[in-house]
C-alpha cells in the first residue's frame, strides 16, 4: 500500500492513524457486533460515541459553559444560511460581512436573502492579496452580528488575530482553519466549519453558538438548521450525519494524544513557513499574499511561467504529491497543509519544487 501526499483543499487528508482505527472498528464497533453506520443514533452505543466526541472538542478548544455545540448537516455553505436565518430575526435584521475571498463572497450573497447585509471591508480591490484591517471595517451599530471568514482557503489569506468588534456578536466561518491552533472560543457569538478541511470527513458541520443568541431566529428557518432547537435535541433532531461525526471525534482523540492545538499551532505555522521560504527564495515560485496575513493552511503559489503549469502537476503527482491544482478562479498551484499533512509531506514538497525548477529554470 502506497500512501500519496494528499495536499487536497477538502475534503482533505485524514490522519492515518484516524483511518486505521476506522478500519478496526468498521465491522465490529467494540464488540457491539455492528458498524457505527448501522447503529442507531438513539441507542446507548452511539450516544456514548457522540458524546465522547462533544467533550473532547469541548475540551480542545477550552469552550466556554455558556456556548452550546452543534454537529449538524448542510456543510459550511449550510450555515451562510443558517446564521442569518438564526441570527437576524431578533434584537436586528441587518449583519455586516468582511469579505476577503470567494468564500466570503459566497456568504454574503447566501444571506442576502435573509436580511439587509453590508459589506463592511473587502478585499476584492487588490485582488484579496490582503485582508481588510479591522481599524477600516465600516461597521453598523445595529446589526445583529458581523461575520467574516478567519482562513479563506481560496486565496490563502488568514487574520492572524481574532478582530475585536466590541459588543456586536462576531461570528467566523472556521472551516479551513478549524482546529489549526488554540482559539479564544469567547470572542465569537458563533463559529462554525464543515469538518472536511481539518476535523473529519465531509457530511459533519460543527457549529459553537453561545447561548444567549439563541432567542434570535427567524421564524422561517427549516427546524434542522434551527439553533435552539437542536441544541434542545443534543443535535439528534433528526438522524444526524452519524459516521462523519464518529469519524470527527477520532479526529479530536488525535489531537489531543498529539499535544493538542499548542502541538498543531506551531507544527502548523513551522510547516507553512518553510513552504513560504523555498517560494520567496526563489525566483520561478511566487505566492502574491501580503506576508502577514499568508494563510498557514492553504498556500497558494504560481509557476512564473505557466505553461509549466501541466508538467509540474503531472510530475508532482508521479512524485506522489497529489491535488496541488490551484482553485480555478486563481490558477496556479496550492498546497493544503492542513494538520494530517505530515511536516514530511511537506519537506517532499519542498524537495520536489527545488527538483522541478533546476530541470526547468
Ligand atoms: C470549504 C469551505 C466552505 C464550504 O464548505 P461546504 O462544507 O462545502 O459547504 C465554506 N467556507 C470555507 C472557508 C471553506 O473553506
Not at 55 to 83: I, M, S, T, W
Not at 270 to 290: C, H, M, Q, T, W
Not at 316 to 331: I, K, M, Q, W
Request: negative net charge; charged residues 20%; aromatic residues 10%.
Amino acid at each position: 500500500m502506497a500512501r500519496v501526499y494528499n495536499f487536497s483543499a477538502g475534503p482533505a487528508a485524514l490522519p492515518e492513524e484516524v483511518l486505521a482505527r476506522a478500519g478496526r472498528e468498521m465491522l465490529d464497533w467494540q464488540g457491539s457486533g455492528m458498524s457505527v453506520m448501522e447503529m442507531s443514533h438513539r441507542g446507548a452505543a452511539f450516544s456514548a460515541i457522540a458524546e465522547q466526541a462533544g467533550a473532547d472538542l469541548r475540551d480542545l478548544l477550552a469552550v466556554p459553559e455558556n456556548y452550546k455545540l452543534l454537529f449538524l448537516q448542510g456543510g459550511g455553505a449550510g450555515q451562510f444560511a443558517g446564521v442569518p436565518l438564526n441570527l437576524l430575526g431578533g434584537v436586528s435584521n441587518k449583519a455586516d460581512y468582511v469579505v476577503t475571498g470567494n468564500w466570503g463572497k459566497k456568504a454574503v450573497k447566501e444571506a442576502a436573502k435573509y436580511g439587509d447585509i453590508a459589506v463592511a471591508g473587502s478585499g476584492e480591490d487588490v485582488g484579496f492579496t490582503t485582508i481588510p484591517a479591522r481599524e477600516n471595517w465600516m461597521l453598523r451599530e445595529d446589526a445583529a452580528y458581523v461575520h467574516y471568514t478567519p482562513n479563506e482557503t481560496i486565496q490563502g489569506v488568514e487574520y492572524p488575530e481574532v478582530p475585536d468588534v466590541g459588543d456586536v456578536p462576531l461570528v467566523g466561518d472556521m472551516s479551513s482553519s478549524f482546529l489549526s491552533r488554540p482559539v479564544d472560543v469567547s470572542k465569537f457569538g458563533v463559529l462554525y466549519a464543515g469538518a472536511q478541511k481539518n476535523a473529519g470527513p465531509a457530511g459533519v458541520t460543527i457549529v459553537i453558538v453561545r447561548d444567549d443568541l439563541l432567542d434570535q431566529a427567524q421564524p422561517g428557518v427549516p427546524v434542522v438548521f434551527d439553533y435552539a432547537a437542536q441544541a434542545d435535541a443534543d443535535s439528534m433532531l433528526n438522524t444526524p450525519p452519524c459516521y462523519a461525526w464518529y469519524t470527527a471525534g477520532l479526529v479530536f482523540d488525535w489531537i489531543k494524544r498529539n499535544g493538542g492545538l499548542e502541538a498543531m499551532a506551531e507544527r502548523n505555522a513551522r510547516k507553512a513557513a518553510k513552504l513560504y521560504a523555498a517560494i520567496d527564495g526563489s525566483d520561478f515560485y511566487r505566492n502574491p499574499v501580503e506576508p502577514a496575513v499568508r494563510s498557514r493552511m492553504n498556500v497558494p503559489f504560481l509557476l512564473a511561467d505557466d505553461a509549466l503549469d501541466a508538467a509540474f502537476l503531472a510530475e508532482a503527482e508521479a512524485a506522489g504529491l497529489t491535488a496541488l491544482a490551484g482553485h480555478r478562479s486563481v490558477g496556479g498551484m496550492r498546497a493544503s497543509i492542513y494538520n494530517a499533512m505530515p511536516e514530511a509531506g511537506v519537506d517532499a514538497l519542498i524537495g520536489f519544487m527545488g527538483d522541478f525548477e533546476a530541470r526547468n529554470g
